[in-house]
């Protein structure tokens, strides 16, 4: 999960859901009047984008993405233009999660919780690059945590392979900075900042490292 401070609401956005979410709530929750059919929220895209560093709130992937509601839309139409409920997201994870809800929820990538003794709520295995709970949480948020990477199916394949190639990388890097190489120094560092790609995997990555 690509864990991110969005921030305080931008200012026009009250404006805008004060005129549109009356209708999502009026349609889903008590079936009056027409399907809603404003997509304000696009409008929001860019400073998304530029929030999550261009990278999926899931995956972590580089990517062209979309807004998507943590909350669904259908299950929670008063949260529809709520800042707090919206992620940048690939298309894919977009799509996997659909208007899947639980009881336990997802994690969300822009939480300010603290759900363990560091701020990753996942772990991942460094030959395999699979992504799994951390065993630190609690015995509900580890539940969350298991069907968000379900629902989301983060352990798809091709997510596997960016993961270890990531970290062949990373090794590569380690390797190289360990030598005084300033531009292996350079790019660690660079990998380690809030909006890179595969961000908490790269610390993740480090911690167990001791880098």
Not at 18 to 26: A, D, F, Q, S
Not at 93 to 106: A, D, I, P, R, Y
Not at 147 to 175: A, M
Not at 177 to 188: H, N, P, Q, R, Y
Request: charged share 30%; glycine share 6%; net charge positive.
């Amino acid at each position: 999960m690509h864990h991110v401070n969005k921030g305080p609401s931008p200012e026009n956005l009250k404006a805008i859901s004060t005129k549109y979410t009356p209708g999502w709530v009026n349609f889903y929750k008590f079936k009056i009047g027409k399907k809603p059919t404003d997509r304000k929220w696009q409008e929001f895209l860019d400073p998304l984008k530029d929030i999550f560093g261009e990278c999926c709130g899931y995956c972590e992937g580089y990517c062209d993405g979309e807004v998507d509601h943590l909350k669904p839309k259908k299950r929670f139409p008063e949260e529809v233009y709520n800042w707090d409920n919206w992620v940048y997201s690939c298309h894919v994870c977009n799509n996997k999660k659909g208007e899947k809800w639980s009881s336990l929820g997802f994690l969300d990538p822009c939480s300010g919780d603290t759900f363990c003794d560091t701020p990753y709520c996942f772990e991942y295995e460094l030959d395999t690059g699979v992504i799994k709970p951390n065993p630190k949480l609690n015995r509900r948020n580890r539940k969350s945590a298991q069907k968000t990477i379900d629902s989301l199916k983060l352990n798809r394949s091709n997510n596997l392979k960016s993961r270890i190639h990531h970290i062949c990388l990373l090794e590569s890097l380690v390797r190289s900075s360990k030598t005084g190489d300033e531009w292996a120094i350079g790019k660690l560092a660079e990998w380690s900042l809030p909006k890179a790609q595969y961000f908490s995997l790269t610390m993740y990555f480090r911690e167990v490292n001791n880098i």
